[in-house]
T-cell receptor, first 112, second 114 residues
Framework: ELKVEQNPLFLSMQEGKNYTIYCNYS?????LYWYRQDPGKSLESLFV?????AVKQEGRLMASLDTKARLSTLHITAAVHDLSATYFC????????????FGTGTRLTIIP | DAGVTQSPTHLIKTRGQQVTLRCSPK?????VSWYQQALGQGPQFIFQ???????QRGNFPDRFSGHQFPNYSSELNVNALLLGDSALYLC?????????????FGPGTRLLVL
């Protein structure tokens, strides 16, 4: 059974600082997704990573994928308050059939 | 271009009742997946519909069933509701022939079982 773990579960950081969220998964997969969720809201797609070594960046967020290590990272650069949310990684466990297994989520709070 | 829509937004039921939730996929999408998100947890895959058939299923009991219509919209039915079924139910759509694109999620239906 595929397991997806994120750490940390909770992260409180000051504006302007950098930090990284880690996503580990237990079985082979080459498709990994990052989503953002604001309180009481649905999931907003951030990144789709489809191959080993894939790196994508959007604004202050950058995601990478290492399929050999079964690890993805979401790096936050010079955090701003608007980035406060819960971030989920999700792994496609069925090789493209889009059955996503989600991580536990990382609740990020940016302190002014 | 309308995104994924779901109805109703909120629902309150009592134990033992039955509920039907509805989803319309994003324009151009033909695959619908349903997820259950309990409070404070990540979404869990319930099942997926493509070409009006259930294509794959997660670890949910038979009380959870679904349907997909010719226009690609979908319903999720839950029978004999339990308190533990209280959750946010999310519908996601994608295009089967464009593998590798993200799934787009709807706003969700928040179900409370009393």
């Amino acid at each position: 059974e595929l397991k997806v773990e994120q750490n940390p579960l909770f992260l409180s950081m000051q504006e302007g600082k950098n930090y990284t969220i880690y996503c580990n998964y237990s079985t082979t997969s080459d498709r990994l997704y990052w989503y953002r969720q604001d309180p009481g809201k649905s999931l907003e797609s951030l990144f789709v990573l489809l191959s080993n070594g894939a790196v994508k960046q959007e604004g202050r967020l950058m995601a990478s994928l290492d399929t050999k290590a079964r690890l993805s990272t979401l790096h936050i650069t010079a955090a701003v308050h608007d980035l406060s949310a819960t971030y989920f990684c999700a792994v496609d466990s069925n090789f493209g059939n889009e059955k996503l297994t989600f991580g536990t989520g990382t609740r990020l709070t940016i302190i002014p | 271009d309308a995104g994924v829509t779901q109805s109703p937004t909120h629902l309150i039921k009592t134990r033992g009742q039955q509920v039907t939730l509805r989803c319309s996929p994003k324009s151009g999408h033909d695959t619908v997946s349903w997820y259950q998100q309990a409070l404070g947890q990540g979404p869990q895959f319930i099942f997926q519909y493509y070409e009006e058939e259930e294509r794959q299923r997660g670890n949910f009991p038979d009380r959870f069933s679904g349907h997909q219509f010719p226009n690609y919209s979908s319903e999720l039915n839950v029978n004999a509701l339990l308190l533990g079924d209280s959750a946010l139910y999310l519908c996601a759509s994608s295009a089967a022939m464009r593998g590798g694109e993200t799934q787009y999620f709807g706003p969700g239906t928040r179900l409370l079982v009393l």
